[in-house]
């Protein structure tokens, strides 16, 4: 399936019913008093996460979704019935925004989380409300107020312990495949992957790490180079940027510069994310030459280097229970990746 990960939608909650303007008629009481029902109240628009779908792509044109509006009031005193609400079902991790006043709705981050997007219309009262001594016989009955209307902008940033990020071709999908059940698609040629996915690994002491793979950046990748910066938000909430680099790659210390400038373009505030650097493909010569010096270059800029093969898999155990260590040392896990939003 596309994966969508941006949609508008507009929403129209249902308008309440009219009161009602009825009066008792039976026979032993010609003249009797209002009897006049209120409306019931318009149905809610109500957008819930849900593991069920996976991307926004259902939601991709421009859609609209009304709740059904309330039943009118009706004489005998019967109110009418409530309007039913509309659910929209987005994928877990869907930022709900505000169109036109950019305010931030919702951050709908757990499976079955719900928010009421729109709100229905209040019923209007029957005219037996308005009775009073002096005026016994109201015609009149309040209308129902309309349903709330607004567009809003549907946002998805998966939420992952862990995010990859490197250049096309690092490893990235290989890393994912060495050390969890996710088999997205390996190939040796640049932007293997086009669409970011998950995959959750299982530490020794049973807890569990998921990681976020994305598309790979190039240099200019804020320009628009490549496939642009765009996925970057998918891995802007983790709490751990994992560096991968392909040490067999002629210059590696500068494919990290690369990759890490491109990050600060897009937010300069990442910079300060707690970060790994995956050395990868050491199963090759070449690579293992260039291992010393990378490391060293690396650590000046303040990054802890794990020496990996996703090829063979060699350190990649190693690697996760670093990764482990981190993300479960407070300090470390100081910056929340903006979860505490
Ligand atoms: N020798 C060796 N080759 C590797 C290793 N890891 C990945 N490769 C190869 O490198 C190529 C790219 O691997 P991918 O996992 O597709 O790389 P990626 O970073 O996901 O690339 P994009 O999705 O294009 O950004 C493939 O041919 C892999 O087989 C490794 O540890 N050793
Ligand atoms: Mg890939």
Do not use: W
Not at 8 to 36: H, K, N, T, W, Y
Not at 94 to 106: K, N, R
Not at 158 to 163: Q, Y
Not at 221 to 241: D, M, N, P
């Amino acid at each position: 399936m596309r994966f969508v990960d941006e949609a508008i939608i507009e929403v129209a909650a249902g308008d309440g019913g009219r009161g009602c303007v009825s009066f008792l008629r039976q026979r032993a009481m010609p003249r009797g008093g209002p009897d006049g029902g209120d409306g019931g109240r318009g149905g809610d628009v109500v957008i819930r996460a849900t593991h069920r779908v996976a991307t926004l792509a259902d939601h991709s044109y421009l859609r609209h979704f009304r709740a059904g509006r309330g039943q009118h009031g009706m004489g005998a005193g019967k109110n009418g019935h409530a309007g039913p609400d509309k659910v929209v079902e987005v994928p877990v991790g869907t930022l709900v925004v505000d169109v036109q006043t950019g305010e931030v709705v919702a951050d709908l981050a757990a499976d079955g989380q719900e928010v009421v997007a729109a709100q229905g219309g209040r019923g209007g009262k029957g005219n037996r409300h308005f009775a009073t001594s002096t005026h016994r016989t109201p015609r009149f009955a309040q209308p129902g107020e309309p349903g709330q209307q607004r567009q809003l902008r549907l946002e998805l940033k998966l939420l992952a312990d862990v995010g990859l990020v490197g250049l096309p071709n690092a490893g990235k999908s290989s890393l994912i495949r060495a050390c969890t059940a996710a088999r997205p698609k390996v190939a040796d040629y640049p932007f293997t992957t086009l669409t970011p996915h998950l995959g959750v690994a299982e530490l020794d002491d049973g807890t569990t790490i998921t990681l976020a793979d994305i598309p790979g950046l190039v240099e200019g990748a804020h320009q628009g180079a490549g496939l642009g910066l765009r996925f970057l938000r998918h891995v802007e909430r983790t709490r751990l940027f994992l560096y991968v680099v392909d040490l067999a790659s002629p210059d590696p210390l500068a494919d990290l510069a690369t990759v890490r400038a491109e990050v600060a373009a897009y937010d300069p505030a990442l910079m300060a994310r707690v970060g790994l650097v995956a050395a990868n493909k050491l199963d090759l010569a070449e690579a293992r030459e260039r291992y010393a010096e990378f490391r060293e270059g690396a650590e000046a800029l303040g990054l802890a280097v794990l020496p990996v093969s996703a090829l063979d898999g060699v350190g990649v155990k190693e690697l996760l229970a670093e990764v482990g260590r981190r993300l479960a040392d407070p300090d470390q896990a100081r910056d929340d990746g903006g979860r505490g939003l």
